[in-house]
Protein backbone atom coordinates (compact mmCIF):
# COMPACT_ATOMS: atom_id res chain seq x y z
CA UNK A 1 0.00 0.00 0.00
CA UNK A 2 1.48 3.84 -1.13
CA UNK A 3 0.98 5.92 1.44
CA UNK A 4 1.26 9.98 1.45
CA UNK A 5 1.25 12.42 4.57
CA UNK A 6 1.12 15.87 4.35
CA UNK A 7 2.73 18.55 6.56
CA UNK A 8 3.28 22.12 6.82
CA UNK A 9 -0.23 23.62 6.36
CA UNK A 10 -1.14 26.45 8.58
CA UNK A 11 -2.51 30.24 9.05
CA UNK A 12 0.23 32.35 7.21
CA UNK A 13 -0.25 36.46 5.73
CA UNK A 14 -1.05 37.12 3.06
CA UNK A 15 2.93 37.51 1.34
CA UNK A 16 3.76 35.14 3.19
CA UNK A 17 5.52 31.79 2.78
CA UNK A 18 4.85 27.93 3.81
CA UNK A 19 6.43 24.73 2.84
CA UNK A 20 4.84 22.07 2.56
CA UNK A 21 5.92 18.62 3.07
CA UNK A 22 4.36 15.27 1.33
CA UNK A 23 6.18 11.87 2.89
CA UNK A 24 5.90 8.67 0.61
CA UNK A 25 6.19 5.12 1.99
CA UNK A 26 5.21 1.87 0.11
CA UNK A 27 7.10 2.18 -3.47
CA UNK A 28 9.88 3.44 -4.91
CA UNK A 29 9.66 6.87 -4.71
CA UNK A 30 12.02 8.70 -7.72
CA UNK A 31 10.40 6.79 -10.23
CA UNK A 32 6.97 8.34 -10.16
CA UNK A 33 5.29 11.72 -11.43
CA UNK A 34 4.07 13.30 -8.15
CA UNK A 35 1.92 16.70 -7.84
CA UNK A 36 -0.08 19.44 -5.45
CA UNK A 37 -3.96 19.75 -5.74
CA UNK A 38 -6.02 21.68 -3.62
CA UNK A 39 -9.41 21.98 -2.75
CA UNK A 40 -11.22 25.72 -1.35
CA UNK A 41 -15.03 24.82 0.36
CA UNK A 42 -17.32 24.29 -2.52
CA UNK A 43 -15.51 24.08 -5.49
CA UNK A 44 -13.96 21.19 -7.23
CA UNK A 45 -10.17 19.93 -6.04
CA UNK A 46 -7.90 21.97 -8.83
CA UNK A 47 -4.26 21.50 -10.06
CA UNK A 48 -1.37 23.15 -8.39
CA UNK A 49 2.35 21.64 -9.40
CA UNK A 50 3.90 18.15 -10.89
CA UNK A 51 6.60 16.85 -11.15
CA UNK A 52 8.38 14.09 -13.42
CA UNK A 53 9.84 10.71 -12.24
CA UNK A 54 12.21 11.08 -14.86
CA UNK A 55 14.08 14.42 -16.25
CA UNK A 56 12.98 16.44 -13.64
CA UNK A 57 10.22 18.54 -15.97
CA UNK A 58 7.84 20.39 -13.82
CA UNK A 59 4.51 21.88 -14.39
CA UNK A 60 2.31 24.62 -12.51
CA UNK A 61 -0.89 26.17 -12.87
CA UNK A 62 -1.15 29.25 -14.45
CA UNK A 63 -2.41 30.98 -10.65
CA UNK A 64 0.68 30.00 -9.05
CA UNK A 65 3.06 29.93 -11.66
CA UNK A 66 6.26 32.33 -10.43
CA UNK A 67 4.91 31.79 -6.82
CA UNK A 68 5.16 28.23 -6.30
CA UNK A 69 7.94 25.67 -6.74
CA UNK A 70 7.42 22.15 -6.27
CA UNK A 71 10.67 19.46 -5.16
CA UNK A 72 11.95 16.30 -4.15
CA UNK A 73 14.75 15.09 -1.65
CA UNK A 74 14.64 11.45 -2.41
CA UNK A 75 16.77 10.40 -0.53
CA UNK A 76 14.37 11.18 1.97
CA UNK A 77 11.21 10.07 0.03
CA UNK A 78 9.69 13.40 0.44
CA UNK A 79 8.11 15.57 -1.91
CA UNK A 80 7.67 19.45 -1.23
CA UNK A 81 5.73 22.73 -2.67
CA UNK A 82 7.39 25.88 -1.34
CA UNK A 83 4.67 28.71 -1.01
CA UNK A 84 5.53 32.27 -1.48
CA UNK A 85 3.81 35.59 -2.06
CA UNK A 86 0.48 33.82 -0.73
CA UNK A 87 -2.99 35.64 -1.34
CA UNK A 88 -6.07 34.90 0.66
CA UNK A 89 -7.37 33.11 -2.74
CA UNK A 90 -4.78 30.13 -1.90
CA UNK A 91 -6.55 29.45 0.81
CA UNK A 92 -7.34 25.51 0.97
CA UNK A 93 -6.60 22.13 1.66
CA UNK A 94 -3.52 20.80 -0.29
CA UNK A 95 -3.39 17.12 -0.99
CA UNK A 96 -0.31 15.42 -2.32
CA UNK A 97 -0.78 12.63 -5.70
CA UNK A 98 1.73 10.53 -6.75
CA UNK A 99 1.02 8.32 -10.24
CA UNK A 100 1.72 4.74 -11.34
CA UNK A 101 3.59 6.53 -14.75
CA UNK A 102 6.63 8.59 -14.80
CA UNK A 103 4.91 11.38 -16.88
CA UNK A 104 3.53 14.20 -15.78
CA UNK A 105 -0.37 14.86 -15.80
CA UNK A 106 -2.50 17.64 -14.20
CA UNK A 107 -5.98 16.52 -13.30
CA UNK A 108 -6.96 14.61 -10.48
CA UNK A 109 -7.84 11.19 -12.60
CA UNK A 110 -4.28 11.05 -13.64
CA UNK A 111 -3.39 10.19 -10.48
CA UNK A 112 -3.56 7.00 -8.14
CA UNK A 113 -2.51 7.63 -5.02
CA UNK A 114 -3.56 10.43 -2.33
CA UNK A 115 -2.96 11.82 0.83
CA UNK A 116 -5.32 13.10 2.96
CA UNK A 117 -4.78 16.51 2.89
CA UNK A 118 -3.62 19.57 4.74
CA UNK A 119 -4.75 23.22 5.46
CA UNK A 120 -3.37 25.92 4.07
CA UNK A 121 -4.99 29.18 5.42
CA UNK A 122 -4.17 32.85 3.62
CA UNK A 123 -5.25 35.26 6.24
CA UNK A 124 -4.14 39.07 8.34
Known amino acids: QVQLIESGGGLVQPGGSLRLSCKASGRTFSSAAMGWFRQAPGKEREFVAA????????KYADSVKGRFTISRDNAKNTLYLQMNSLKPEDTAVYYC?????????????????WGQGTQVTVSS
Open 97 to 113: AASRKWIMVATTSGYDY
Open 51 to 58: GSGIGGST
